[in-house]
């Protein structure tokens, strides 16, 4: 699966799936290849509802607005139950039903039904918003307790009693010496100024600081110290009769973890099919259809390839195919767009069970238990998990070899295998007999799927196996000295604008040829030397005949 995503480029459309919430994204990052044709229908006709929600809400975008900004106010919560929850825990509790139950305000009766999005916490509520809080704030407030009221109130009292005896002690001594504290906790003053430090010791404390000053420090009277006592008492008693507060809240919150459970399964659903139809509605994608038997393409994107071409000013051909074998061999010259085909199929697939819509016109498919991809560009011996002492002395096409061995081992289920370019790197004649037997072996294995690209002509046509071409260079009037002069960039537009990115049978599956060389065209296009091309035609279409003209 990861070396068939890195192939078809498939974290380029996953990382705009962009859930709102935490469940989301933690569903998100959880999410595998789906196989069960049912749970696909359940999550498509949740994005079907999510984006008909989209098309209702452009006529009211401060209403769209909110229903983010409620998705993304929604905290996680603790769903374990525990004795007592602290107040942090309780806060988050708040902040997730105000905003769950606001999210269920905003969304019509049957959207609400379809995702569970019903709020049914109101007593709840009520509990948690006592004394004069916010919708998204929580705090122990007086009015939860009798008894907290009262020794809070208490508490006031002693503050008052202990700020005015500072404050008279602040005024004896700027009336005696003229030092004023403010909020600080000492001051250096002069020796001088100070006096006597034995006639201060009623209202200061002194600590000699160098030859010159002396730190000084407010000293508290006795009847503060008894005010600061009681104060400490007090503060016992008001976290007794918080704790009494937060275990009566916390039972209740208790009792509610069900149903917050089922809030969090029912924002999860909701974000995810809100999430997945702002993807489709941004680029286009379309609900894909399953059935059995063959692929089928029409107006196929690849993404990435769309994207690029958008880029350079070039012009993006979309797919369309039909896959009705067990393996399809697809030929094609350097830069023809045969790994494109591949890719878009790939992408395609991915999306679809992956759970998201698709780029395309229409895209009918069945689904697969496993994928494969074997060729150019796979991940090294060391990425596939294979020990640096196994991999060891294998060539590219050794390790591509054992690649395919290993895949094998998947083809008793649903595969979709892709080659590309596969036993490339061995010599044109041992190429074309590997890859003749490996599609035989993989076209009389029910339940897979392969795609072959290649540009050895020599394979075997065997029965089962559909054989595809690229159509290639248009050459009607083509001249290959047309970009001389030009630069590189230049070239490759005329390349592209030359180059029809179309599927067709190939020749040779319906009795003709290959044709004229598009790689030797190609390379005429990019500069190479007119007579080194003029040479290769001559090789290509008369072979060894041509050495000795």
């Not at 503060?235 to 069900?258: F, H, I, K, Q, Y």
């Not at 081992?409 to 370019?421: C, I, K, M, N, S």
């Not at 009389?444 to 072959?452: D, H, I, S, T, Y």
Request: hydrophobic share 45%.
């Amino acid at each position: 699966m990861r070396a068939l995503a890195a192939y078809a480029q498939f974290g380029l459309i996953w990382d705009r799936f962009l859930p709102e919430t935490p469940f989301g994204r933690a569903a998100k990052e959880a999410l595998g290849p789906l196989s069960e044709a049912r749970e696909l229908e359940r999550i498509w006709n949740e994005t079907d509802a999510a984006i008909a929600l989209l098309r209702e809400l452009e006529s009211d975008a401060a209403r769209q607005s909110r229903v983010q900004h409620h998705l993304k106010r929604l905290p996680r919560t603790c769903v374990e139950a525990r004795p007592c929850y602290d107040e942090v825990e309780i806060f988050q509790f708040k902040k997730f039903l105000h905003n769950f139950k606001s999210l269920a305000e905003l969304l019509d009766p049957a959207t609400r039904v379809l995702f569970g999005v019903e709020y049914a916490s109101a007593a709840l509520e009520k509990q948690l918003d006592q004394g004069r809080q916010s919708a998204e704030s929580f705090y122990v407030a007086d009015a939860y307790s009798e008894a907290l009221a009262e020794v809070r109130r208490e508490i006031r009292e002693a503050d008052a009693a202990i700020q005015a005896l500072q404050a008279r002690r602040a005024e004896e001594i700027q009336a005696r010496w003229g030092f004023e504290f403010g909020a600080k906790a000492f001051l250096l003053v002069s020796r001088e100024a100070l006096g006597r430090p034995e006639e201060a010791s009623d209202l200061l404390r002194v600590e000699p600081f160098d030859e010159t000053k002396v730190a000084i420090r407010v000293q508290g009277s006795a009847e503060e110290f008894l005010w600061q006592e009681r104060r400490s008492a007090l503060l016992t008693r008001e976290r007794a009769a918080e704790d009494a507060v937060l275990e009566g809240l916390s039972e209740a919150l208790r009792r509610e973890l069900p149903r917050f459970e089922r809030y969090q399964a029912a924002v999860t659903r909701f974000d995810l099919a809100f999430a997945r139809a702002r993807l489709a509605r941004e680029h286009g994608l379309i609900r894909p259809i399953l059935a059995s038997g063959a692929i089928t393409v029409t107006g196929g994107r690849f993404l990435p390839c769309e994207e690029a071409c958008r880029g350079l000013g070039t012009e993006y051909v979309a797919l369309d195919a039909t896959f009705d074998q067990r393996a399809t061999v697809i030929f094609g010259s350097n830069m023809g767009g045969k790994t494109v085909v591949l890719k878009t199929l790939a992408f395609l697939q991915l999306c679809v069970q992956m759970g998201l819509y698709t780029p395309a016109t229409a895209f009918s498919t069945t689904l697969f238990q496993h994928f494969h991809y074997l060729g150019e560009g796979q991940a090294a011996p060391a990425a596939q998990g294979q020990s640096s002492q196994a991999a060891q002395g294998l060539s590219g096409f050794g390790f591509e070899i054992r690649s395919f061995v290993e895949a094998a081992g998947d083809f008793g289920a649903p595969t979709l295998v892709l080659f590309d370019e596969f036993a490339r790197t061995t010599n044109s004649q041992e190429a074309e007999a590997i890859l003749s037997a490996v599609v035989e072996w993989v076209a009389a294995r029910p339940g897979v799927v392969a795609l072959f690209s290649t540009h050895f002509r020599g394979i075997q046509r065997l029965p089962g196996v559909r054989y595809l071409r690229m159509k290639g260079l248009n050459r009607e009037g083509l001249d290959l000295n047309l970009a001389s002069g030009e630069d590189l960039a230049t070239r490759i537009r005329l390349i592209d604008q030359r180059m029809e990115y179309h599927l067709v049978p190939d020749g040779d599956s319906e009795g003709g040829g290959p044709g004229a060389s598009d790689a030797i065209a190609v390379a005429g296009l990019l500069g190479l030397d007119d007579a080194i091309t003029r040479r290769a035609t001559e090789f290509f279409t008369h072979g060894p005949r041509a050495i000795q003209e």
